[in-house]
Structure formats: C-alpha cells, structure tokens
C-alpha cells in the first residue's frame, strides 16, 4: 500500500511515520508513506497556497491550483483508489471504514487549512472527504496521521499478532473486553479466576459477555448498528 499525503507542514508529520508499527511497516516493505510539502507546487514567489475567499468571508482559503498540481504529478506517476480530503464534514472515520481502505492500493490524503479548500477542488478533484470527530482542528495532519495508522496497522504483516487487530475495539462493533497481565494479584485487586481456568469455551463467552456489558454501558449506539 502507497499513501501520499499533501500538506503544508511536512515536518509535522515526519517523525510519527518514522517510529513503531508504521516505521516497521515501512521497513517491511508493506507500506509506503509519502509526505509532499503542497508549497512545492505553487508558481507563487512566495510561496503562498491560500487567499482571501469571494464574498468578503471570514478567513483564508486553500487555493486550487497548487492542490491541482500536485494531485496530477501524482496520477500521472500511479493510479490512486481514493483522494481522500480531511474535512469536518467529511463522512466519520471508523474502524469499517478503515479496514476497507487497508484493502486499497494507493490512497492520497489531502490535509485542509485555514478555513478550508476551494469548493472547485472538492468538486472535481476528491472522491472521499473524512472527518475523524465532531471538532475543529487546526489542520488535517492530525487527522491524516490517526487514517494512515488505523489503515497500516491492519495490513498482514504489519503487527507481529494479527489476531490482536482482529480483536481490537470497533471490529465487531463491539468495545474489547477487559485485559489482565501479571502479577495475578496486586494490592489485593485479582484477575478474574475465569481467565486463569484453561477453559477455553468458557473464556470466549466471559470474553464475548463482557464486550457486550461494556459495550452497553460506554457505548449503546453501537449496539443500534448491530440490528
């Protein structure tokens, strides 16, 4: 999997791509991540990719022909599944959503700023805007950075335990149920004597139980996705 990210704080991003599952990834040959600065691709002697917006709005836009630019130099080079644009009020990231882009070949995850990009851009040039929450922030490389951990870690291979991904919260929509490790008791707070039994059946269904009990206490609206 290829994931080119257009932003204008390449820098931001730089050492999060370089620690942990997504460097190991990367090492492994299973993803590769690619950071373009979206300044590079701007005839501005300046340098400036954004400009006060028609009407007398508030704020500052995120111009279309640097974006234009440098989405074409890349279609030129490879064919891309999706041109994702980090937007408020894109559809809600979730953990469905990235287990279908894990499946994609190669993604280009375009980071909003200031007040937005011209509405032409997300017109003709983006298939798929996300939003990773009910909030504002003041870029998209946050948001760029949660999509391409979410979606990289689910690739075979990527975690040395794939069933662990498997298991994560969100895959059944369902929370995960609760862990326990070594010492078997601490303070006096024990493990429960199930998950030291050897039984298998019965620690699935503690397993299953307690996913659902969480998940109907923390988290009831994914219980409604479920009918």
């Known amino acids: 999997m290829r994931i080119d990210i257009i932003t204008i704080l390449p820098d931001m991003l730089t050492g999060f791509f370089e620690e942990s599952i997504m460097a190991r990834a990367q090492k492994k040959g299973l993803a590769e991540i690619h950071l373009h600065n979206l300044r590079d ?36 080079e490879r064919d891309y599944d999706e041109v994702i644009f980090t937007s408020p009020d894109g559809e809600k990231f979730d953990q ?23 509405q032409r851009v997300r017109d003709h040039l983006i298939t798929k805007e996300v939003s990773i929450g009910d909030f504002v922030l003041t870029g998209g490389e946050l948001a760029a950075a949660v999509m391409a951990d979410a979606i990289v870690r689910l690739i075979p291979g990527a975690i040395s335990d794939e069933q662990s991904a498997l298991s994560d919260c969100f895959q059944d929509d369902l929370l995960a149920a609760p862990i326990y490790t070594r010492p078997r008791e601490y303070k006096g707070w024990k493990v429960p004597d199930i998950l030291l039994s050897g039984n298998e059946a019965k620690i699935k269904q503690w397993e299953m139980d307690q996913a659902l009990s969480r998940t109907k206490a923390l988290r009831p609206d994914l219980l409604k996705k479920k009918k």
């Open 41 to 76: 691709y701007t005839l501005d002697k300046w340098k400036r990719v954004d400009d006060y917006p028609y009407g007398g709005f508030a704020g500052m836009v995120m111009q279309c022909e640097p974006i234009d630019r440098c989405i074409s130099a890349l279609k030129a």
């Open 96 to 118: 469905k959503m990235a287990n279908d882009l894990s499946l994609k070949g190669n993604l280009i995850i375009l980071c909003g700023h200031y007040k937005g990009i011209d």
